[in-house]
């Protein structure tokens, strides 16, 4: 089964640094997505992105918070100045789009995600 | 806005026995509803989606939920537990109607006891 794939597995960064996020979903889909996962809590969704332009984001996402499709196959986050809160594993996920840009199948292929620790 | 509440952290179940993960959701419009399951050190993967018609969905390994409206509920069921079910279990909700967000539960981790 085709995968989507996340780089670094593991990131540890210091506090006011900047940090990219790579994914490559899955070739054929259009949806891609941004969720992060505190230890032991939630997964919470951060953004959305179709047709290169962000189409729906979460009050986690803030202007430190941004993506990016730079080419045909890779999509990134990148946080501009990381905080302590910012520490979490981000799984990037992707989904076909089957009618008029909206993402009707509705299973998601995540990645294995990336380990963030903000020191 | 739409909401997940898993009530369980931790189900513990004797491998061979039914098992049941708990889930209930808040939507404005139509729920679409899905179950998620991760491994250790993987990403969450599909197991099941209610999106309309029959109220019994039935999905990968086994599995199985029930939507049922007027509980607002869509518990995840197996007929009998097997040892490699054991893993983090996500219930997740979308509103039918508007967003293109899914949302997550916190999860449930299911231990089966061999």
């Known amino acids: 089964e085709p995968e989507v794939t996340q780089t670094p597995s593991h990131q540890v960064t210091q506090m006011g640094q900047e940090v990219i996020l790579r994914c490559v979903p899955i070739?054929?889909?259009?949806?891609f997505y941004w969720y992060r996962q505190i230890l032991g809590q939630k997964v919470e969704f951060l953004v959305s992105?179709?047709?290169?332009?962000?189409?729906?984001k979460s009050e986690i996402f803030d202007d430190q918070f941004s993506v990016e499709r730079p080419d045909g196959s890779n999509f990134t986050l990148k946080i501009r100045s990381t905080k302590l809160e910012d520490s979490a594993m981000y799984f990037c996920?992707?989904?076909?789009?089957?009618?008029?840009?909206?993402?009707?199948?509705?299973?998601?292929?995540f990645g294995s995600g990336t380990q963030l620790s903000v020191l | 806005a739409q909401s997940v509440a898993q009530p369980e952290d931790q189900v513990n179940v004797a491998e061979g026995n039914p098992l049941t993960v708990k889930c209930t959701y808040s939507?404005?419009?139509?729920?679409?509803l899905f179950w998620y399951v991760q491994y250790p050190n993987r990403g969450l993967q599909f197991l099941l989606k209610?999106?309309?018609?029959?109220?019994l969905v039935k999905g990968s390994y086994g599995f199985e939920a029930e939507f049922n409206k007027s509980q607002t509920s869509f518990h995840l069921k197996k007929p009998s537990a097997l040892v490699s079910d054991s893993a983090l279990y996500f219930c997740?909700?979308?509103?039918?109607?508007?967003?293109?967000?899914?949302?997550f539960g916190k999860g449930t981790r299911l231990h089966i006891l061999p």
């Open positions: 209610y999106i309309t018609g029959d109220n």
């Open positions: 997740a909700v979308r509103d039918g109607r508007r967003d293109d967000k899914i949302i």
């Open positions: 070739s054929n889909h259009l949806y």
């Open positions: 996920a992707s989904s076909e789009a089957l009618s008029l840009g909206r993402a009707t199948n509705e299973k998601l292929f």
């Open positions: 992105f179709y047709n290169n332009e962000i189409s729906e």
């Open positions: 939507v404005s419009g139509n729920p679409y």
